[in-house]
C-alpha cells in the first residue's frame, strides 16, 4: 500500500498563475481532506470530501476549488495563487470510524 | 470562539528528560483526541488517540496521553526521551457536534527539540 500519495512535492508560482495540486489514495476510504500549514497555525482545513462527486468548504476556502471525480483522488485547485497562499498543504484521507492518515505534503511558494 | 490549545510553542530537552506537552480544548460533549507528530521533513503521523474507554491511552515509541474531560485535556508524556523524538507535536480533535467525516481542528503544535 502506498497509502496517501501527492504530486507535486514542491512548486514555485508566480501570482495570479493557477495550478492543481492532485492527491491519491488506495485505502479506499470515503472521506479525503485538503489541510493547509503555516507556521504557529497548525493545520487548517480547506475543503473535504465525504464521497465520491462530493465536496465541502472547511475552515478557509477562500482562493481553491476542489473535485472528486473518482473516490481515489482528491483535486486542490488554485486558479489565480497569491503569495498568502504560499504554505503546504497536506492531503488525507479516512474512513468513518478510522483516524486520518496523511500524505507527504506539497510544498508551494507563490512570488 | 472554540478552539485547542497548545501551551507550549517551543520546547527544549535533554536526552533521558521527562516530556509532558499540554492540550486543551473548548468544545462540549463528545470529542475524539488526537496526538500526531511530525518528524522533520516527514509527514504527519498518528501517535495516539482517544475516542472512548480507558482514560490513560498509549500510543507507539512510549508514548502515552490521559484524557481529562473536567479539565477538558489530554496531556501527552513519555518518561524518558531520545534525540529521535525530536519533531512538531500536534494535538487535534474532532468535536461531536461537528457532523461527522472526521473533520480535525488542530492545536499550533508544540517543536519539541532533544540534545543527546
Known amino acids: 500500500n502506498a497509502g496517501v500519495t501527492q504530486t507535486p512535492k514542491f512548486r514555485v508560482l508566480k501570482t495570479g498563475q493557477s495550478m492543481t495540486l492532485l492527491c491519491a489514495q488506495d485505502?479506499?476510504?470515503?472521506?479525503m481532506y485538503w489541510y493547509r500549514q503555516d507556521p504557529g497555525m497548525g493545520l487548517r482545513l480547506i475543503h473535504y470530501?465525504?464521497?465520491?462527486?462530493?465536496?465541502a468548504k472547511g475552515e478557509v476556502p477562500d482562493g481553491y476549488n476542489v473535485s472528486r471525480l473518482k473516490k481515489q483522488n482528491f483535486l486542490l485547485g488554485l486558479e489565480s495563487a497569491a503569495p498568502s497562499q504560499t504554505s503546504v498543504y497536506f492531503c488525507a484521507s479516512s474512513s468513518r470510524l478510522d483516524f486520518s492518515y496523511f500524505g507527504p505534503g506539497t510544498r508551494l511558494t507563490v512570488l | 470562539a472554540q478552539s485547542v490549545s497548545q501551551h507550549n510553542h517551543h520546547v527544549i530537552l535533554s536526552e533521558a528528560a521527562s516530556l509532558e506537552l499540554g492540550c486543551n480544548y473548548s468544545y462540549g460533549g463528545t470529542v475524539n483526541l488526537f496526538w500526531y507528530v511530525q518528524y522533520p521533513g516527514q509527514h504527519l503521523q498518528l501517535l495516539l488517540k482517544y475516542f472512548s474507554g480507558d482514560p490513560l491511552v498509549k500510543g507507539i515509541k512510549g508514548f502515552e496521553a490521559e484524557f481529562i474531560k473536567s479539565k477538558f485535556s489530554f496531556n501527552l508524556r513519555k518518561p524518558s526521551v531520545q534525540w529521535s523524538d525530536t519533531a512538531e507535536y500536534f494535538c487535534?480533535?474532532?468535536?461531536?457536534?461537528?457532523?461527522?467525516?472526521?473533520?480535525?481542528?488542530f492545536g499550533a503544535g508544540t517543536r519539541l527539540a532533544v540534545h543527546p
Open positions: 470530501s465525504v464521497g465520491e462527486g462530493t465536496t
Open positions: 485505502m479506499n476510504h470515503e472521506y
Open positions: 487535534a480533535v474532532i468535536p461531536g457536534g461537528s457532523g461527522g467525516y472526521n473533520k480535525l481542528i
